[in-house]
C-alpha cells in the first residue's frame, strides 16, 4: 500500500526566500508524480506533474526533482511571495495501486 | 477550455437523508475520479469512472457509490448520511486516467446535521 509523507507539516518564510518542500513515498513503481497547491475550502490547482521518466520539471518559479529509486521528490519555490501561501500536496499514481495517494500536505505562509 | 465543474458547490443535510452530487470533467476527458477530504483523513480515494465503467474503488461503505455517463459527467450518491460524512468531494477528471494529468474541480460542501 502507497505511503506518502510530506515534510514539514508548516512551513512559515518572509517573503522572498527560496524553500523546498519534500514527499516521500513508499512504492517507487510509479506512472507519475504530480504537485498540487490547495487554497483553504478550494479544489487542488496543478502545478506541475513529473512522468516516472523524467527527473525534474520546470513551471516559472517551481521546480520539481523526482527521485524514483529512493522514492523521493521535492519542491523548490524560488523568490517565495505572500500569494503562494497555500497548502502544497504531492501525489504519486502507483501502477499497483490504480489511484493517486495524497500526503497531507505543507501549509506554507510567506509573511509579507 | 472550460474546467472541471461540481454541483451543488454548498449543501446541508440531515442524517439519514441522501444525496447526488454532480461533476463535468473538461471537455474530451473519460477518466473522472471522485475524493473526500476532512481534516482528520486528509484526501481519501472513492472511486474512479472511466468510459461509464467503475474501474477502480477505494475503501468506502456500499452507501458511497457513482455513475458515469455517455457523456463522462458523473454523480456520486451517498445514502443514509451520518455525521462523519461531511467532508469537501473533490472529483478529478483526466484524459484517460492515472497515469495522465489530473485537474480538479471547486468541491462540493458537505455538511451534514
Known amino acids: 500500500k502507497q505511503e506518502v509523507t510530506q515534510i514539514p507539516a508548516a512551513l512559515s518564510v518572509p517573503e522572498g526566500e527560496n524553500l523546498v518542500l519534500n514527499c516521500s513515498f513508499t512504492d517507487s513503481a510509479i506512472y507519475n508524480l504530480q504537485w498540487f497547491r490547495q487554497d483553504p475550502g478550494k479544489g487542488l490547482t496543478s502545478l506541475l506533474l513529473i512522468q516516472s521518466s523524467q527527473r525534474e520539471q520546470t513551471s516559472g518559479r517551481l521546480n520539481a526533482s523526482l527521485d524514483k529509486s529512493s522514492g523521493r521528490s521535492t519542491l523548490y519555490i524560488a523568490a517565495s511571495q505572500p500569494g503562494d501561501s497555500a497548502t502544497y500536496l504531492c501525489?504519486?499514481?502507483?501502477?499497483?495501486?490504480?489511484?493517486?495517494?495524497f500526503g497531507d500536505g505543507t501549509t506554507l505562509t510567506v509573511k509579507p | 477550455k472550460a474546467g472541471v465543474t461540481q454541483t451543488p458547490r454548498y449543501l446541508i443535510k440531515t442524517r439519514g437523508q441522501q444525496v447526488t452530487l454532480s461533476c463535468s470533467p473538461i471537455?474530451?476527458?473519460?477518466?473522472v475520479s471522485w475524493y473526500q477530504q476532512t481534516p482528520g483523513q486528509g484526501l481519501q480515494f472513492l472511486f474512479e469512472y472511466f468510459s461509464e465503467t467503475q474501474r477502480n474503488k477505494g475503501n468506502f461503505p456500499g452507501r458511497f457509490s457513482g455513475r458515469q455517463f455517455s457523456n463522462s459527467r458523473s454523480e456520486m450518491n451517498v445514502s443514509t448520511l451520518e455525521l462523519g460524512d461531511s467532508a469537501l468531494y473533490l472529483c478529478?477528471?483526466?484524459?484517460?486516467?492515472?497515469?495522465?494529468?489530473?485537474?480538479f474541480g471547486p468541491g462540493t460542501r458537505l455538511t451534514v446535521t
Open positions: 471537455s474530451g476527458h473519460r477518466s
Open positions: 478529478a477528471s483526466s484524459l484517460e486516467g492515472i497515469s495522465y494529468e489530473q485537474y
Open positions: 501525489a504519486p499514481d502507483a501502477y499497483n495501486a490504480g489511484k493517486s495517494t
